[in-house]
């Protein structure tokens, strides 16, 4: 794992691109000047670690680039990934809460975030009015997004759950993603690696999906028919 330091200003925060989307979104100079703790840039490999469920927590990491799973482990060695992570969402909330790590929080691609003290956050939280609204705006995302994760993705068809999973990694307005491994996607959807790796190349076959790349993971899909599939229709 690499870890930049760097002292956090308005000016830095002013030239990030999802500076709309984070939890300092509508700080000014005077919230700034509470800020006594450094800010940690981080920069992570795929398949590294960011946090271990039930860890307590001392940060959170505001994503910038990339995308992170957050997952569950059962007794029996099997996993859930309970939500996705992109630019401009949260990781370990949780913690402001005074809560360990609820997951854990793992890495899919190259990953941009930030890593912020909790101490800071819970300062800013008593002396910034905007901090805590914007802390409250991403509680209420935070739980709204688990929810339509779960009616999303753990109902329907195989063939529905992936649609579904694959409209949202393109995002609204957009045909391009990349799809976590097989693995991971059987662990987002609820089936088996097996059965994940049937339904992505039978997308694939059907033409509801195209190759962008040799190695399988970046792909083009045909929007209007992704989403009849998501809705039930043959």
Same mark, same amino acid.
Request: negative net charge; hydrophobic residues 45%.
């Given at each position: 794992m690499q870890v930049k330091l760097h002292a956090v200003n308005e000016s830095d925060c002013a030239s990030c691109g999802i500076r709309a989307q984070s939890l300092f979104a509508n700080l000014n100079s005077a919230d700034f000047q509470l800020i006594d703790q450094p800010i940690h840039d981080l920069a992570l490999a795929?398949?590294?670690?960011?946090?271990?469920?039930?860890a307590q927590g001392e940060y959170v990491f505001t994503v910038r680039k990339g995308l992170i799973k957050l997952v569950r482990y059962h007794a029996d060695g099997s996993q859930r990934i309970v939500r996705l992570l992109g630019p401009g969402d949260i990781a370990g909330l949780?913690?402001?809460?005074?809560?360990?790590?609820?997951?854990?929080?793992?890495?899919?691609?190259?990953?941009?975030?930030? &890593?912020?003290?909790?101490?800071?956050i819970? &300062?800013?939280e008593t002396e910034s009015p905007r901090l805590h609204q914007q802390l409250v705006r991403k509680w209420h995302?935070?739980?709204?997004?688990?929810?339509?994760?779960?009616?999303?993705?753990?109902?329907?068809?195989?063939?529905?759950?992936?649609?579904?999973?694959?409209? &949202?990694?393109?995002?609204?307005?957009?045909?391009?993603?990349?799809?976590?491994?097989? +693995?991971?996607?059987?662990a987002?959807?609820?089936?088996?690696?097996?059965?994940?790796?049937?339904?992505?190349?039978?997308?694939?076959? +059907?033409?509801?999906?195209?190759?962008?790349d040799r190695q399988g993971r970046f792909f083009r899909i045909e929007t209007a028919a992704v989403q009849a599939v998501a809705g039930g229709e043959p």
């Open positions: 795929p398949q590294a670690t960011v946090f271990a469920e039930g949780e913690t402001t809460a005074g809560a360990p790590y609820d997951s854990t929080a793992v890495a899919i691609t190259d990953i941009q975030a930030c &890593r912020i003290p909790v101490a800071v819970r &300062r800013l995302e935070a739980l709204r997004t688990a929810d339509d994760f779960i009616a999303d993705l753990a109902s329907g068809s195989a063939r529905q759950r992936l649609a579904r999973l694959l409209l &949202r990694l393109a995002g609204e307005g957009h045909d391009h993603l990349m799809l976590p491994s097989r +693995e991971d996607v059987g987002v959807l609820g089936i088996t690696t097996e059965t994940a790796s049937r339904t992505v190349a039978a997308f694939r076959r +059907e033409g509801l999906m195209h190759d962008l």
